[in-house]
């Protein structure tokens, strides 16, 4: 019996290790990802931008203290800022965050399988019995705040498998259904709009049209990803009675052709929900700056 009772200790043992390392792992590869979309241009974003830069420092910290100490209780925290990420990147995707408006991406998908496999290992970990943290002192009596929990409040367990299992199809739900793209139109008319006392170019249905500073006159330096959230306005397009300007098409990298307003290629974004917004205006995103079409007369 004692042998047996050895065997299981060094199986939970090995089974705590495995979790720390790919709980904390995770967290990190999480953190690597929003770290490289903050840098290549998420910085800028109003609000959303210092929220990357948070949870970038937080994942990170986080992933070295439970590398490092094997905390319970941190291994909780690290489980939830990873589901309060995934929430947050759901609820951009649906309904808009701080003005800013997500679409569907490879690097958007990745990031929120990694979030709900954190979760889920990250939380196994800080709510297993038995399990003792590296550190002692305070990370060791902090970690009793969890046994206390485990003891005062029954189901505690199986109400976080409900929730990483609701949050995983959620997130699938989510992404299955939002849009690859913005508010991008295929050949259409320019009109002339205001936006906070701008006066704008816009596409038909209202939406402020955006020039790329790294476009020039004959290519479109927007494409794979960046072209989901600034869409590209596909075909040829006919101009309003009051617009003045030289219309034109340019061939994109897929073969597609693009419309140029004088000599710029248009594109909508992503982020505006609504016409009469211009929420991509100034943001520096894949590589260089995204500026409002300014209708021709207008400053």
Same mark, same amino acid.
């Given at each position: ?11 939970? $043992?090995? @089974? &705590?290790?495995? /979790?720390?390392? =790919?709980?904390?792992? *995770?967290? !990190? #590869?999480?953190?690597?990802?929003? +770290? ?24 990170? $910290?986080? @992933? &070295?203290?439970? /590398?490092?100490? =094997?905390?319970?209780? *941190?291994? !909780? #925290?690290?489980?939830?800022?990873? +589901? ?37 290992? *990250?939380? !196994? ?44 199809? *959620? ?129």
């Amino acid at each position: 019996m004692a042998g047996m009772d050895s065997t299981q200790r060094l199986g939970a $043992g090995r @089974t &705590a290790i495995a /979790l720390r390392l =790919g709980g904390a792992g *995770l967290l !990190a #590869a999480a953190g690597a990802i929003h +770290l490289d979309l903050y840098l290549t241009g998420y910085s800028s974003i109003p609000t959303i931008g210092p929220l990357f830069l948070l949870q970038v420092i937080a994942a990170f $910290g986080l @992933t &070295a203290v439970i /590398l490092a100490t =094997g905390s319970r209780l *941190l291994s !909780a #925290a690290g489980a939830l800022l990873a +589901l309060a990420v995934l929430g947050g990147y759901l609820v951009a995707l649906r309904f808009g965050l701080f003005g800013f408006r997500e679409v569907r991406t490879t690097a958007g998908i990745a990031a929120g399988c990694i979030e709900v496999a954190a979760f889920a290992a *990250l939380g !196994a970990l800080a709510l297993r019995t038995g399990v003792q943290s590296v550190a002692a002192g305070p990370v060791a009596r902090a970690d009793s705040l969890i046994d206390r929990v485990l003891k005062g409040i029954p189901g505690v367990p199986q109400a976080a498998a409900g929730v990483c299992l609701l949050a995983a199809l *959620l997130f699938g739900i989510g992404v299955a259904t939002a849009s690859e793209t913005g508010t991008g139109t295929k050949g259409t008319v320019l009109s002339i709009g205001t936006v906070g006392g701008v006066t704008v170019l816009t596409n038909a249905q209202g939406f402020t049209l955006y020039w790329f500073a790294r476009d020039t006159s004959g290519t479109s330096n927007c494409n794979g990803a960046c072209a989901q959230y600034w869409p590209p306005v596909i075909g040829a397009s006919t101009a309003a009675a009051d617009v003045s300007g030289t219309l034109g098409t340019i061939q994109r990298a897929d073969g597609s052709n693009q419309t140029t307003f004088d000599g710029h290629p248009l594109y909508t974004y992503a982020g505006d929900s609504a016409p009469g917004q211009d929420t991509g205006n100034g943001i520096t995103l894949y590589g260089g700056v995204w500026h409002q079409v300014a209708a021709p007369g207008a400053s």
